[in-house]
């Protein structure tokens, strides 16, 4: 009998475990979703499918939209931040920030942390 206890505690603990990390896994799978679809509403229009940016068509040499997938977590969180402040509090110098500062305005600080992290994968 004692042996039949320990499979069964053995099997419980062993479905509890498979399910927590399948949990995980599904949750991460949504989130990593969620960044993509995120990045596509927001970013993709004006930076690229993969942040690239988008240049002029009359001088192509120059950047209408700066590439971002070259710059760090820090760096972007940095940048999401600070256009969502202006935003708040209605202080731009030009149509691009304005442009920024609105596409990051419903964006809450969990948004901006997936978006950044999210961002320095399109270059991989």
Known sequence: MNILIK??????????????????????LIAAEDSAKLYKKQCKKCHGKKGEGKKFKKEPEKFKYAPINELSQDELLESLNKYFKMWSAKNWENK????????????????????AEFIVTLNK
């Open 7 to 28: 499979k069964i505690i053995h099997a419980g603990v062993l479905f509890i475990s498979i399910t927590l990390f399948s949990a995980g896994m599904s949750t991460n």
């Open 96 to 115: 691009k920030e304005k442009k920024m500062a609105k596409a990051t305005k419903k964006l809450d600080d969990a948004k901006i942390q997936t978006l």
